[in-house]
């Protein structure tokens, strides 16, 4: 059972930055394969896909919210997965969580049962 497990949250003022990861554990190499995604949820709002990267690194897909700001990247011989997000706005606060899955994931859907999901890791962005 793949397991994925987020750290760098924390509190940061607008227009700072702050970089997520992500490691997985559970299964010795099959996280490899595994297409990822960050997705995040503030408070009252819906879940929110907001940036995906295949296994293989080749493609990418970001929400037009982060366009331009946030940037993915993975590890796969650490099994790490990462989230750079830069120019930090309010509007950003919200528990971010890591997934894997498969390519359905490139457009944010979602497959119960077959995606794995973090604990998730609180962003908060406040002067």
């Known amino acids: 059972q793949l397991q994925l497990e987020e750290s760098g949250g924390g509190l940061v003022q607008p227009g700072g930055s702050l970089r997520l990861s992500c490691a997985a554990s559970g299964v010795s190499s099959d996280s490899d394969y595994y297409d990822r995604a960050w997705f995040r949820q503030a408070p009252g709002k819906e879940r929110e896909g907001i940036g995906y990267?295949?296994?293989?690194?080749?493609?990418?897909n970001y929400a037009d919210s982060v366009k331009g700001r946030f940037t993915i990247s993975r590890d796969n011989v650490n099994k790490m997965m990462y989230l750079q997000m830069n120019d930090l706005k309010a509007e950003d606060t919200a528990v971010y969580y890591c997934v894997a899955g498969g390519p359905w994931l490139e457009t944010f859907r979602l497959r119960s049962g077959y995606d794995f999901w973090g604990q998730g890791t609180q962003v908060t962005v406040s002067s």
């Open positions: 990267m295949s296994a293989s690194g080749s493609r990418t």
